[in-house]
Antibody
Framework: EVQLAASGGGLVQPGRSQRLSCTAS????????VSWFRQAPGKGLEWVGC??????????EYAASVKGRFTISRDDSKSIASLQMNSMNTGDTAVYYC?????????WGQGTLVTVSS | EIVMTQSPATLSVSPGERATLSCRAS??????LAWYQQKPGQAPRLLIY???TRATGFPARFSGSGSGTEFTLTISTLQSEDFAVYFC??????????FGGGTKVEIK
């Protein structure tokens, strides 16, 4: 069974950093791109970024709202993707989801809540 | 960036009735459109991709249509488990992927 799970959320102060992990199982992780999304409380979905698989260069794309502050990486040996978030602000408060795929996401992980507040 | 607009924001429907949800793109996205279903407290689930291809696990009462800038998601006979929020998402002009604001299908 394909499964993904995001973890690492919590309360973080403005200006500080947080690292999220996306742990996958049930498929060959190295064969797929991984995307990150977020959803502010009561709001819609926002694409955060994506990392392709190594066969497609492992290239990474970011939303303009996070570019320069967030970094996506992957460790295929552990079937884990990571989202490093720096210089966080209150606008980054959201449930963060990871998912399998680049253009559309066929499997989503349960999200993890990140709250940015002093 | 392509802006996706969904209407209506809320759709009140009785079980057994038909629901028609709309999604409009600010410029043509061809058939590069997906629909997702999201229930409270849960992650989204892929429902439709390629504008009309149903994802695994969804019954035939769900159908997607349209191309270019106008798209429709139809639920032919609403069941209790179909009450949820539905989002459309374009992947024609990427990055970024962009989503509509969602349509909440609620019980009338």
């Amino acid at each position: 069974e394909v499964q993904l799970a995001a973890s690492g959320g919590g309360l973080v102060q403005p200006g500080r950093s947080q690292r999220l992990s996306c742990t996958a199982s049930g498929f060959t992780f190295a064969d797929y791109a991984v995307s990150w999304f977020r959803q502010a409380p009561g709001k819609g979905l926002e694409w955060v970024g994506c990392i392709r698989n190594k066969a497609h260069g492992g290239t990474i794309e970011y939303a303009a709202s996070v570019k320069g502050r967030f970094t996506i990486s992957r460790d295929d040996s552990k079937s884990i993707a990571s989202l490093q978030m720096n210089s966080m602000n209150t606008g980054d408060t959201a449930v963060y989801y990871c998912g399998r795929g680049r253009l559309w996401v066929d499997y989503w992980g349960q999200g993890t809540l990140v709250t940015v507040s002093s | 960036e392509i802006v996706m607009t969904q209407s209506p924001a809320t759709l009140s429907v009785s079980p057994g009735e038909r629901a028609t949800l709309s999604c409009r793109a600010s410029q043509s996205v061809g058939s590069n459109l997906a629909w997702y279903q999201q229930k409270p407290g849960q992650a989204p689930r892929l429902l439709i991709y390629g504008a009309s291809t149903r994802a695994t696990g969804f019954p035939a009462r769900f159908s997607g249509s349209g191309s270019g800038t106008e798209f429709t998601l139809t639920i032919s006979t609403l069941q209790s488990e179909d009450f949820a929020v539905y989002f459309c998402q374009q992947y024609n002009n990427w990055p970024p992927l962009t989503f509509g604001g969602g349509t909440k299908v609620e019980i009338k």
